[in-house]
Structures are given as C-alpha cells and as structure tokens.
C-alpha cells in the first residue's frame, strides 16, 4: 500500500461497516481510503482548505468525529484553527458537516453548522482532538493558548476554556440567558453532569482544567476510562504527561498546569484547588 498524504494527523472509522477509512490532512482536507479496494479516493471527502489556518506548524484541520448515530443521521464534526479575514487573532472552531445524500463519499458543504468558537492569543497549543464520550457526549482538547508557560494562566482559570478538556451535547440546546457558556458561537447545549454547570462566573463547556496541549487522547472502548497525552514544554527539563480520568469520574480534575509539569512543580502561575497527578510522566531527554 502506497499513496500520497499531505500531513495526515488523525485517523478515523465512521462506524458504518463501509470499510473505508478517513484521512484528516492538516491543510484542511479529509481522504478517504478505501479498504475494500485499497485505494485513496481521488476527490477528497471534505475539502476546506480556504477556511483553514495552517500557518503554523500546529495550527490547520486537527481533529474528526463522527456522530455516534452517523449512519442514519449523516453528521460529523471537524477541528479548525479558523483564518479569520478579518479579526487579528486566529479562533479554534467545531463545526458539524453532513455527509452528501447522494454520495456517501463527499461531505455537502452547504450543510456547515459551527458550533462553538475559541480565541486565543498566539499560534500555537491548540489541542486538536474530538471525540464522543461512552455517554454519547462531545469531547474537546484545548491547548492553552500558546507561547510559552501560560502567560495568561489559561489553564487554571475556570472562566476560560483554554488549557482544558470541554464537554458539550451536540443534540441539545444552549441553556436559557442568562447563562455561564464562554464560547463566542453557541450552538450546543451543556451536559447537566458538568463539573461547573450551573455555577456563576465560570464556564459551564468545561470537563477537566490545567492541561497545557492535550494534542491526543482516547477513551478505552473496553471500559470508558480516559486518556489524555499532554505534551510538555521544555527546554530545561521537558516532561511529557499522560494523565488519567476513570470512566466513573464526575469530572472537574486539575491535572496541574502551568503549576506543574507531569510530576515537577514549575509554579508559572498558581494552583487552582488540588493537582491530581498524571498516570505517567517522563523527561523527553530519556532515550
């Protein structure tokens, strides 16, 4: 099997016992790769690279999710740092496609609803991967905002959704005004179960905090426990971080930064309740 990818960075089955696989390619398309027939389908299955910012190295089209009920309701969901044409700041969108009634093997693009939009300040940590929860639930990484050690303590602060892990319903409705959402688009509703839901003065999205750039994660399909690699900053002495949530968690951990960094304390800004620490953490320079 040999074919050309443009900076694939995900993988994803849809679910649908078609036996196709979907390539995601950071400029802003999805490939489909048949295995059936082995091959890569010419035309892609979704194609927007004029919406996407790839400027940066981790900026572009990062993640795709597919609707627990796709085969008969058709939704998807892509990841996207948005090049705005005309604000300065750059803003990580989620938006819903549907796949195109007449051909199974192209997304109708008309059909684009976003759901949620996040700013952030620089180019790069903006996370990346989605995924639907056991509990049917929309999952989303968020990187902290970028630069280097949280310069604006993101990741602690209840009231932002960068540096977290947010959870939304995609099948519900946003809660009546007046309300503690903080994406500046809200299509989506908030699981009642959300460790901030209903609070005054934070924000409802979120699941998990103090995590620096959730670039890939995954529940376990055996038994719905989560985890989250967390990619770690260096140069002096980088951890890398995988953390930890069991599938019984009522959510709300702080997985420490920018206080800590895997099991060393960094202390950039400062803690917000207890740190839990990771299931694993080890320093980039061991070989």
């Known amino acids: 099997m040999t074919f050309s990818l443009t900076r694939p960075v995900a993988i994803r089955n849809a679910g649908d016992g078609s036996g196709r696989i979907f390539i995601v390619e950071q400029p802003g398309t999805i490939r489909i790769y048949d295995i059936t027939t082995g091959t890569l389908l010419a035309t892609p299955f979704l194609d927007i690279t004029a919406l996407v910012d790839d400027s940066g190295n981790e900026q572009g089209l990062l993640g795709l999710a597919f609707h627990p009920n796709y085969v008969s309701n058709g939704f998807f969901y892509v990841n996207y740092t948005w090049d705005h044409p005309s604000l300065p700041l750059d803003r990580t969108r989620i938006v819903r496609y549907t796949r195109s009634a007449g051909n199974p ?6 059909s684009a609803l976003v759901l949620l939009e996040i700013e952030q300040d620089f180019s790069n940590h903006n996370g990346g991967d989605i995924h639907f929860g056991p509990d049917g639930y929309l999952y989303i990484g968020m990187g902290d905002g970028g630069s280097g050690g949280d310069p604006n303590n993101r990741a602690q ?3 932002q959704l960068l540096g977290k892990m947010l959870r939304i319903d995609v099948d519900g409705t946003p809660p009546p005004m007046p309300n503690d959402l903080c994406g500046l688009v809200t299509n989506y509703g908030i699981p009642p179960g959300n460790p901030f839901a209903g609070g005054s003065g934070d924000c409802d999205e979120i699941w998990a905090l103090g995590m620096r750039n959730p670039w890939r994660w995954s529940f376990d399909r055996a038994n719905g426990d989560l985890f989250i690699g967390d990619v770690g900053q260096g140069p002096s002495n980088p951890r890398e971080e995988i953390d930890f949530q069991p599938a019984a968690s009522t959510g ?15 202390s950039f800004n400062s803690l917000s309740g207890r740190a839990r620490s990771p299931s694993r953490s080890w320093s980039t320079t061991t070989p």
């Open 157 to 159: 602060s209840i009231n």
């Open 252 to 266: 709300g951990e702080n997985y420490g930064w920018s206080c800590r960094e895997g099991n060393l304390p960094v």
């Open 105 to 110: 093997n192209v997304a109708d693009t008309a």
